[in-house]
């Protein structure tokens, strides 16, 4: 007995080449291995050609019912651009996954409200995403924040206190794995030019303090003391014209862990935005 194969890698090779078969099928490309003389190459090419052009056709037209959809109620802006309008149909042809449909249709949306928004080069960057990769990014946009009156986004890790006479020198950051954000996941969104490589720090804070806005919360920061920076990652160009596809509500558990290592050396101001209630959050000292 223990000559004979193991039953479940003999059924493991079979369920294999039963997945090859079917893929091929699929794709037009399983002539040889079904012996088909029943047609040409020249034939089955054809109508792999024919095949492959309808499966585009398909997706492009789900992606302007996609589109469609978005801009219900929303006024053209302009004449959009041809070779843009060519280049972006070049581009969403061959998106086949909803999600990622659902992604194109409202870049469409979008440049047909307001023609100049998307870039070729974002276009680029999220045809070559996968769809785990634009989830990734989606948990980014949702912890990300800009300066009030810029588009900027960033994600904030924490903070540095400089030294003074009584104290030395602190750096106090969140982990992102809390978030599912391990750093290879932000190695991918460095390699496809969605972040800035490596942690950034912020100037001093000035004394009047600044305001981030984090989906319909605003926050005003005051500095406890001078010296304070701000360590972060930001987005690339590329990445905040995506950003806009992805409006994420801010991840409370991560709002909750910031507001806590940020009060180390800051006083904190909540305020919501008038749809909501507007409310304070209590200055504290850690």
């Keep these: 007995m223990a000559d004979l194969p193991p039953p479940k890698k003999e059924s493991s090779i079979l369920s294999s080449q039963e997945q090859t078969l079917r893929l091929a099928r699929s794709r037009g490309i399983d002539g040889m291995l079904t012996r088909n003389s029943d047609s040409t190459f020249e034939q089955r090419a054809t109508f792999r050609h024919l095949a492959d052009q309808a499966a585009r056709q398909r997706n492009l037209e789900a992606i302007m019912v996609m589109a469609s959809r978005h801009c219900e109620e929303t006024a053209a802006g302009g004449e959009m651009d041809s070779d843009w309008l060519t280049r972006f149909l070049q581009l969403a042809e061959d998106i086949s996954m909803v999600p990622m449909q659902q992604l194109w249709g409202r870049i469409f949306a979008i440049e047909i409200a307001t023609p100049g928004r998307f870039s070729i080069r974002a276009l680029t960057t999220l045809k070559e995403m996968t769809q785990r990769e634009a989830l990734l990014f989606q948990r980014i946009c949702a912890l990300a924040c800009h300066y009030a009156g810029s588009d900027e986004q960033r994600l904030l890790l924490g903070l540095h206190k400089g030294a003074s006479l009584l104290s030395r020198a602190k750096v106090t950051r969140l982990g992102l794995g809390k978030y599912r954000l391990p750093y290879n996941a932000l190695l991918q969104l460095f390699e496809l030019g969605l972040l800035h490589k490596g942690e ?87």
Excluded: C, H
């Design 200 to 286: 950034l720090e912020s100037g001093p804070l000035p004394a009047d303090g600044v305001e981030l806005e984090f989906g319909n919360q605003r926050w005003r920061l005051q500095r406890k003391q001078t010296n304070i920076t701000l360590l972060y990652y930001r987005l690339t160009p590329v990445g905040n014209e995506l950003a806009q596809l992805l409006q994420e509500p801010p991840l409370e558990e991560y709002l909750q862990d910031l507001k806590t290592v940020l009060m180390q050396g800051l006083l904190i101001d909540v305020q919501l935005s008038a749809a909501e209630p507007a409310t304070t959050a209590g200055e504290q000292t850690l």
